[in-house]
Nanobody, 124 residues
Framework: QVQLVESGGGSVQAGGSLRLSCAAS??????MAWFRQAPGKEREEVAA?????????RYADSVSGRFTISRDNAENTLYLQMNSLKPEDTGIYYC??????????????????WGQGTQVTVSS
């Protein structure tokens, strides 16, 4: 059974840092990503990574330069290092995974597996 289990969320003041982890089981995934959802807003992609040798990554403009996505293939764990956090980073953060390559970065709807989410709250 596929499981994606996030951890590492919490409450921090603006300017602080958090590191999210997503432990993945059952399969090897070609693409993994972090999404977040703020109250009353759509779920948006924050960062994504190809887990092949290329390890290509991409970031939302709002987090570029502050967040870093990485993957430990041996441990099958996805990470999101979040620095210089802002109140607008507040939301529930979800780990997502797709097993096969679609020839490009997947759309949100193309991710097959999702974690339960972890809350991140940044106070000003």
């Amino acid at each position: 059974q596929v499981q994606l289990v996030e951890s590492g969320g919490g409450s921090v003041q603006a300017g602080g840092s958090l590191r999210l982890s997503c432990a993945a089981s059952a399969y090897t995934y070609y693409t993994m990503a972090w999404f977040r959802q703020a109250p009353g807003k759509e779920r948006e992609e924050v960062a994504a990574i190809f887990t092949s040798n290329s390890r290509s990554t991409r970031y939302a403009d709002s987090v570029s330069g502050r967040f870093t996505i990485s993957r430990d293939n041996a441990e099958n764990t996805l990470y999101l290092q979040m620095n210089s956090l802002k109140p607008e980073d507040t939301g529930i953060y979800y780990c997502a995974a797709r097993r096969s390559y679609v020839g490009r970065w997947p759309w949100r709807s193309e991710y097959e597996y999702w974690g339960q989410g972890t809350q991140v709250t940044v106070s000003s």
